[in-house]
């Protein structure tokens, strides 16, 4: 059926699939998926980059897996199929981290393992690898994925200048500054969230405010042509 | 869904008189299983090693901060019946203490270091802390981890005032080596008098205290255990 | 000779928004001037930046959000007036800054503007730095500081972003034997009472306090006899608060400080006249109005009683502000000519 659908519509380039989740469709800042890492281990940058590169690993070979499957996988079983296949991943996940830093392991914490409840994977798997082909599943995953990292490392950013006064750990205002001890707890992480969500909802109220012109100009423009002609 | 009437009416049909096979279910799962079971199985045997490097150095790291002079460290645990044994692989059994034996380049014995742990503000605070026996007392400490608010709870990491407390905390024993002769207090700042008080941080108080409840309940079980077997522990 | 014919009502009080808001700031002329005669120019300042903060914020917002309302309303300036004299006078001009925008911002510009926030704009911005800078804030300075016309507390002039200046070292060099600690942190952590009249007055003792609540209540009297705040919840506020001091105080008189010190300590005075009759975030219902005071006024003693810091009133005011709208559910008055049946008391 899938296959039906897609052949009525120019199937997107693999570029078009890679960039989709860069800005378009970005998983937090347009979609809001997967909240729960995303205001939990936002304190620093460096832990926001962690998370997200893990999320994108796990969300990016559980995509390829469930691709290369599709065929084979019944659709009774489907969800459960994925799972275990998302839970593999956040396994493996969990053991490289531990492997390259423990540091980093304990200060991620329990986040590492839920991100098999991320919704953004499960929802990325059923949505879209399970109808697409190997290679344009995966290059899907990996933008969707860079974009959940690029919000992360943005609120991280955010919350580690003021929290911190610092930038991946590097001090940016001398001794003396004085930490926003509110943007290391909880509270910051909806503030700084709810900061961004505002200004990229204002600038797309714009963009589409400017389009909407441009399309009544056009339509204008066509009438009047129109009208030329029938003249 | 978006496929015109005509053609899905036919399809419902055809998807309820072909309903997937059991066989096809059973193979399906099966193969998932098993593709995913070696992934696991695979990295698990990958990064084993360094994992457990990993967690070796942090805990001597940790022990080497509350007492410096520490070049090997071991681990062992204080059991229930008053046993020492060295600490194996997997959980401890129920009852026993994990503490570390710090020798150092010469080989002797130079302190022992275990972690304390009682409820600070916002949530556990783990403390390592290091004994000497020869002054029967705690020569430092190194907090393990802790969530408490920062710029105040974490001044038990940075104020120069508190941590002197733990130059020379007096933790000996009573005579039937059975508790601490005295027990370690937090007192209100400025009303340390005795070597066994902790003077806590003002504005700071809750976590001062949690440090100081982690390290007395700690003490108050594993000293007696080790102290009377220490002689046993001086060669590594 | 024209002849209007129009529906009722017929006759118009000559009231509005801007009417109300002009006699407020009026009333509050006297507090601000009593307060910088406590703590000079440093007051002065805090005043003068904090409200050019939340004007900044307003026109900001105004503009991106295109929002109804203006500048000349002078609710913002309220807004800016009442979050700086809860401040201490030595606070950060800069985090005073910081939170003029966020009370505006935050308390007010997200919800749509004037008479749209569900909280009050002030006290959101006091709460954003009470979190953001817990030490700063707690930092106060004893007031009729010699010297004080001439120059600042150190503290309000550190750069922005940077940690400010001791202020305890600074005060003992100026004056010999008093305290930087407010009454209520005394009470809290030292176990001092400081004297009723004193606290009452503001004017003897160099305490570490705001205006005078005498002040505040003289001031709150004018409005409530022009008609322009209710008296109901100061009065609830007040007496709720006065009324669990004194059941507890035979309790355990050692650890319970008398009425009078808890009706005339911290910020209530300022806290029951000014923040919680705000119109927006206050109940309508009359019966309403005696609920939420009473909610803020047993509240602030719970929270100043058993809570980790000396004052609450902050933190009472904005629960009362967030159970206004379920108040009013539960006080509504039946309409006029209908008797209350079961349907319409639920």
Known sequence: ??????????????????????????????????????????????????????????????????????????????????IVIIATFVTVTDYAIQAISLDLYE????????????????????AHAARTPPVEATMNAIGMGLGFTLSLVMIGGVREILGAGAFFGIPLFGEHFQPWVVMVLPPGGFFVMAGWLLLFSILRRRSQMKADAASVEAADALKTSGACHGA | MSAPDTTSQPQETDALAHATPTFTLLRALSVVSAVCGLIIVASYLLTLDRAKDNRRLASERAVVKVLPNAKIVKPFLALANGDIVPAGEGDPPSGAIRFYAAYDEKGRLDGIAAEGAAKGYAD?????????????????????????????GDKILTDKDFLANFNALDVRLNDELTALANEVKVVKHGTKTEKWQIDAISGTTITSRAVGKGINEAAQVLLPRLVPKLDRLEKP | MSVEIRSAPHIKADSGVVKIMRNVVWSLLPICAFYIWQYGISALASLVVVTAACLAAEEFFLRLGRQSGDLGDWSATITGILLALTLPAGFPLWM??????????????IFGGIGHNLFNPALVGRGFVQAAFPTAIATYTPSFMPGRFSEFIPSSLALPFMTPADTTAWAASHLDGVSSATPLARWKFEGVLAS?????????????VGPSPLLILACGAYLAWRGYLDWRIPAAVLGSAALLAAALYPLNPQHFPEPGFVLFSGGLMLGAVYMATDMVTSPVTPRGMWVYGALIGALTVIIRYSGGLPEGVMYAILIGNAATPMIERVTQPPAFGTAPTKETKA
């Open chain 1, 1 to 82: 059926m899938s296959e039906s659908v897609s052949s009525l519509m120019a199937p997107p380039s693999t570029w078009e699939e890679f960039t989709e989740g860069l800005w378009k469709r970005n998983p937090v800042f347009v979609m809001v998926l997967g909240m729960c890492p995303t205001l939990a281990v936002t304190v620093t940058a460096m832990n926001s980059l962690s998370m997200g590169i893990a999320t994108t690993f796990v969300l990016a070979a559980s995509c390829f897996l469930v691709s290369l499957m599709r065929k084979m996988i019944p659709k009774e079983v489907r969800i459960a199929t994925y």
């Open chain 1, 107 to 126: 200060a991620l914490g329990a986040y590492i393992q839920l991100i098999v409840a991320n919704c953004l994977v499960l929802g990325r798997a059923e």
């Open chain 2, 124 to 152: 556990i605070v783990r403390v390592m802390f290091g004994y000497r026996k020869d002054c029967q007392c705690i020569v430092g400490i190194g907090v393990v981890s802790m969530r408490e608010t920062p710029g105040i």
């Open chain 3, 96 to 109: 005073g800054a910081v939170a003029g925008f966020v009370a505006i911002g935050l308390g007010k510009a």
């Open chain 3, 196 to 208: 009723n009249w004193d606290l009452l007055t503001s004017l003897s003792g160099h305490l570490a």
